[in-house]
């Protein structure tokens, strides 16, 4: 399979607000070691967390506050489910979402097409009162890791 990623046509969904529990780690997201949080992090809360899932998919939710960058690698959970030691919880807001498919072979060269060109070419803006998230539906019979990733957009606001 090749990294080429192909003009996008996302499509659109509206989420209401949900709940994602698992672990956070604070850094530039380019400069975050993705493979060590999810398995050094946030794998040995997997066996308490998982029973809790809604949807039995994993989530990485990009946060950024005071400038601040927070990734949560975790699960969405019903509200109010009792966390372990160790896990956080997170309101992601109801939002629309730009929603664009890949794999973990094309995730990297996807997320900045959407940001570097689809986005701007379009007649949307960034809803900054989400968060950006991928969403890691749980592996089908192929094997391969199927990757959502979902964009707050709203429409753009035109000058008169």
Not at 15 to 38: C, E, M, N, R, S
Not at 141 to 149: L, N, P, S, T
């Amino acid at each position: 399979m090749n990294n080429e990623v192909h003009p996008m046509s996302p499509r659109f969904v509206e989420k209401p607000a949900f709940t994602v529990a698992g672990v956070t780690a604070t850094g530039h997201p380019a400069q975050l070691d993705h493979t060590k949080i999810w398995d050094m992090a946030y794998m040995p809360l997997d066996s308490v967390l998982h029973p809790l899932s809604l949807d039995g998919g994993y989530y990485g939710v990009t946060t950024c506050e005071n400038e601040t960058y927070r990734y949560l690698a975790g699960m969405a959970i019903r509200e109010g489910a009792v966390l372990p030691p160790g896990a956080e919880s997170r309101t992601i807001p109801a939002a629309r979402y730009a929603v664009m498919d890949c794999d973990m072979n094309t995730i990297g060269a996807t997320w900045r097409e959407a940001y570097e060109s689809w986005l701007p070419a379009s007649s949307f803006a960034l809803d900054t009162n989400g968060f950006d998230f991928e969403f890691y539906p749980p592996v089908e019979a192929d094997g391969v890791q199927k990757v959502e990733i979902y964009i707050p957009v709203k429409e753009r606001v035109r000058a008169a």
